[in-house]
């Protein structure tokens, strides 16, 4: 092509595409005029700006002063690379008063009129990237005065010292910020559910707005009620001595209702005023949190909008002018949602509108968040938080349900209710034919109620063990398949807990998006003894923080790792009403197979979001221009097959008007070789408007769900024991590896020598290498695991450790409690001798002793305080006429035998 053509083509780009783009940013484009002075051409993108290394196609000026060069190309030209010409021309401005490293214009861009390219070129670090607008005259004013490297100074020049951070926090804030300073504008922290990201992202906030980084803050989250307890995080942290956030730095919020907040907040949400959106100012500094679905409403409108889970869209919410600089930074907080192509892509587009620092949180890191935020720049795993103490683990029940394994098989002439989902009306009816119900179906097309309340059963029953150990009932949070009206397995599940649990209707309570007042509840839920029980079924998959939570009970079959992994999430935070919370349960309903499903991920997701569906018109358009024709062929043939299943009777008739007998089937199956055939013809009738119209709105056959009262599920449930690899075993395997482990390295660990053959040698360092030998295995032989699987296997609670390895030596050893080992080696010991009343004061000490720790020696009596206070070692050892060395080791060996 010519260079006249070329330039012709790269003029027209400007004037159809560029033009309206740099007007819609607030410049007035106008031609060069080389007798009037620059400062005559404040706010204008003057066309055609000369330089030493030729003319500019836009020079952006303010005031007097040339602050960006735009370079157009034609419309099939990729702009990113038009860069480096951007470069050449910023560095032919010569009477410009800038010079960064040689280049004289700070802020260049490259466009073709659809796709825009923009580098800020005064720092060699800083990366050029895509923005979805210029930037406006007042933006580029603001960023040239902005001094970000003294600011960066600042910020790493700070010290980090709140003292409600806990370490991994501050190595959270360390990994920020040097990555900040390494001018990185996209970043993903990677926290494990429950360490605190709201608090550690408040306190990178608070460092961030008082260092001068980044003054008007976005935080971004997909619910209200994140987007609520968000609110309470800034308003509740102390900034400073005696100074809450919100009372140094303005903090806004969407509108909330009333009941979103409790009677403990004892502040008004404010709400955003519209020219910090629409017209973002220098002096500006605040934090704004909101819902990406209202804030893709104020970018785009209504019509994109979409619903996330339980979550309800904003009615006031409008669409507004808001520039690409309105936010320094935006911290999109649970950035791992999105599980359809359709969300993912909205959630890009609203973050990509604005030209800013990014940093994505997420406890599941997905490929498409990691994509889009580019780097994880710091890491903080649930099982690392478990080992440092700041989460719980959990352990598992498995709970077999015949129906959930293989389905509903029911027999001809069984009595069901039909429900029909539209209108909700029931009728009882006798089936004329037998049916089956894969489990897909169930509770989709078809549920049992028997197997259901069987199921709650087996919770209950374990719930009333664990309110008889610990004194309480365990919160209890279900994940029910659906609500969805007249055949909502969530209203099931809260009707039939109710009756089981028997202890009123406010004492179980269903949240989804379908309850009045739902925050509300989850506030009660997390603050109140009532509701003990919740049935859920994405409202409380992520973010909402439930610290005593101590029941998870999955009913509802998950395929996603991310949403999995979030929902396992609700229950890892350690207590707060509860301290002495160690651990969370999980309730498999699918006979272990859901967790074992997802064992072998690993840490960062690969599952791409679910694929949004094209509509059959775009599937048309494809095959009529030639766009991978046989493969949108063979798309278009599986979607009017799957019409022709889902269609009413009636239909046919309609569809006459279009293809021979309206058999949609066969015309699917015809289709192929009539494009073949007769391409042109077939498309014409593809392509009408009238079929395209009947093949979306087509009236579908009458749905009907089916309550088999009749048919009963068989429900069994045993604990299941975790190692350290977080692999799942039935008790009898566990204590058969053990029992394994015991006999095949007796030379590898001496206390398994000393307890078999030389008990006069136990000791507490008999005991500490012990213990920490077989924790250490990758079966994870801890002893709180060992004694789970004693007392499921052997129906003996708080066996010894001694015990234990005892019997796997020696099937015939019989199994103690440290109680009764502790008491059997004081009547070997202490047996027909006659002691003073302090020595059987200092025995029942030593007893107390050994019953928590099965050794002793004379380091316990010289260091621990239930012993030193009383005189401790010199003491004890002068009533006993200085034989208590002998004496110790008599106990040990007796312990040990």
Known sequence: MSDKVTKHSEYLTRKKYIDSKLRSAEWSVVPYDSSQPLSEFHRRAIEEYPTENGPADYALCVGSQVLGIVEAKKLNLGPQEVLIQAERYSKGVLESPFNFRGFRVPFLYSTNGEVIWHHDIRHELTRSHQIAQFHTPEALLERLERDRDLALERLINTPNEHSWLRPYQREANEAVEKALAQHKHQMLLAMATGTGKTFTMVNQ????????????????????????????????????????????????SQRFQKEDFGEEDKFDPRLLPKGYLKNPQPGHAFVYVSTIQRMTTNLFGRDIIFEVGDEVIDEDAEKEDIPIHAFDLIIADECHRGYTASEVAIWRRTLEHFDAIKIGLTATPAAHTTTFFKEIVYRYEYERAVREGFLVDYDVVSIKSNVRLQGIFLEEGEQVELVDPESGSKQMDLLEDERQFNTSEVEQKVTSPDSNRKILEEVKRYALEHEQEYGRFPKTLVFAVNDLPHMSHADQLTDSARDIFGRGDAFVRKITGRVDRPLQTIREFRNRSKPGVVISVDMLTTGVDIPDLEYIVFLRPVKSRILFEQMLGR????????????????????????????????????????????????????????????????????????????????????????IPQGDIGRFASELPQKLREDFTGTMGLLRDKGFQDLLVLYPRAPRTFLVAYGYEDGVSSQWLVRDSAGQEHK???????????????????????????????????????????????????????????????????????ISMVKHAADNGSPLYTAEERVEKAFEAVVTSQTFSEEQAKWLERIKSHLKKNLSIDQNDLETLPVFTRVGGWGRANTVFQGHLSQLLHRFNEAIAA
């Not at 307890?755 to 002893?783: A, I």
């Open 205 to 252: 906030t608070y460092r961030l707005m008082k260092s001068g980084v980044a003054k008007r803050i976005l935080f971004l989250v997909d619910r209200r009620a994140l987007a609520a307890q968000a609110v309470r995080a800034y308003a509740s942290f102390n900034a400073e001595p005696g100074l809450k956030f919100n009372k140094i730095y303005e903090v806004y």
């Open 571 to 658: 229950g890892t935070r350690k207590g707060e009403t509860y301290p002495d919370k160690s651990h969370f349960v999980v309730f498999d309903c699918f006979d272990g197979t859901l967790l074992e499903y997802f064992r072998k991920a690993t840490g960062i997701t690969a599952e791409p979001p679910l694929r949004g569906l094209r509509t059959i018109q775009e599937i048309v358009e494809d095959i009529w221009r030639n766009r991978d024709r046989e493969y949108n062929i063979r798309c278009l043939v599986k979607r009017l097959q799957r019409i022709e299943k889902r269609m009413s009777a009636e239909v046919r008739e309609m569809f006459a008007a279009h």
């Open 731 to 801: 008790p009898a395997d566990y204590l058969k590896a053990f029992e394994k482990f015991v006999r095949e390295n007796p030379e590898h660990i001496q206390a398994f020598e000393i307890l078999q053959n030389r008990p006069s040698q136990w000791s507490t360092d008999s005991l500490v290498e012990l213990q920490q030998k077989l924790s250490t295995t990758s079966q994870g032989f801890t002893s709180e695991n060992l004694q789970t699987a004693h007392k499921i296997h052997y129906q003996k609670a708080l066996v010894d450790i």
